[in-house]
């Protein structure tokens, strides 16, 4: 018999690494059978990206930026696509399939896994996988004359706070939606929208001033920035704009449990 | 000590009461059917027991730890095989037992998947995905996923439905290995066959409360006697038979094409027409009697 202590006397913690350790398996063990497909496309679109914009534009209309050349400030800005596109989504549509079509979740609430462990335990995979792929935009710019720095080594470390964020918000999304094409609204109202105008393609600051300080409000510019500091060099303000992650990250993990337990427990 | 106490527990969803002031205490050691036609509760009682839904009032205790607050230690020691597969198709035989191993915290997680590997007798299925399994093979790898804790109690819900004759009859056999080695054991079920087989005792369930509880036999003594008379018949002379028989202090019930009258040991001359077919009476006609519907 497993249990340890007499009956009723079993105590266990909130937020438990074994509990944790134990969803981030399943999660594992699921990924090694759908790794390369997921791989492929999450390498592919942004390169796809950053070839099409990055030599495209270079080749016709833009030498450079901010006397930076044009592909190596696409491809340190396609970090922040690799990261939302390899979070967002996948944490929106893999949550629910698990909970609606699979009943993954009903499962692993049967066992000593509170929905707090659950949601941080998904989070944390998809951070940390996103915070790969995120990367790989960045050393395909390294083929385009980018010269590897010392300040890049902290880019996983972006790219995994500001995955956490949106995979938290995919999970909210998920919990919140009642029908999977639902999804359309927030990928054109939210995903879209803070892709487009995180200054990977142009600078904010020559948007209009109104829509200056809503992007100052996106994780993916400041991820973004981030990226062209370790490219290019840090400023202090980068301190704010790493702590604006962190905040972000720990706003939609609070966000997305309290949604997730209103639907997982009646 | 009880493995399971429910006092007064109420469930209501918006303005459906799915469990209305329900009762339940299981004994340690016994297998306890949970008998109930669809919408009677059983489902929703067994996710107030795993803590997935939160009774608006009311007592529930689970091996010794209040729910919902104790909820957690509480499922660590017990056992859910659900009622839907929810088994991860894609992965091994084998990874399905050790995620859910590390769920439960099981210390030596290859010995567990192995004596699970030899309870569902997959062991040479183990490193295959579980799709390629067969319908049989996935439930008892879903009963042996439940099991690989070793746990004190364990909530079969439905553990049986949909399932053919032969896979059924597979699982009752391993559920009776398991109640033959002590556990605890509450099965929710809408199978008359599967509660009579497996069922220490049987607690009909109907519109949220249990309303009869009590070993198979007698609950069949007490509810519809020795004896019960079939009678196979159109429509139209079931109906005079019925009112025949209504009309002598018996109680009749719907069979199918037939009717059943029950008690029909209690019956004066004249009152159970030549053509019937007597038989013993059975835990169906408790259920029918009792609920008001049809049983499977």
Redesign the interface.
Known sequence: ???EA???????RRLEP??I???M??EV??F???WKGTTFSSVLEPLVYLLAFGLGLSATLVDEVEGIPYIQFVGTGMVATAVIFSSALPSMFGTFVKHRF???Y?????????VEELVSAEMLWIATRSAVYGCVPLVVTFFWGLDPELGMLLVPIFAFVTALGFAGFGVAMAATVAKIDQFNYVTALFVTPLFLVAGTFFPIDGLPEGVQIVAQANPLHQLVELVRGGAFGYQWEDILRFAFLVAFALVTWRVAIHQMQKR??? | MAAIELRNVVKTFGPITAVDGLNLEVPEGICLGLLGPNGAGKSTTMRLLTGQAIADSGELRVLGYELPGQSKPARAEMGVVPQLDNLDVDVTVEDNLAVYARLYRVKDVGAAVDRCLDLARLQDRRREAVDKLSGGMRRRLLLARGLVHEPRLVLLDEPTVGLDPQIRTELWTLIGDLKARGTTILMSTHYIEEAERLADEVAVMHKGKIISRGRPGDLIAQHAGRQTAEVYAPPQRLAELRQTAEGAGLRVRPAGPAIAIVGSEQAEDGAIPEEAVVRAATLEDVFVLLTGEEAE
């Open positions: 018999m497993s249990a007499g009956p009723g006397r079993r105590t266990m074994a509990a350790a134990g969803v398996s399943r063990a699921n090694q059978t759908y699979q009943n993954t009903e499962a692993i609430l049967a066992a000593p896994v509170d997982l427990i009646d």
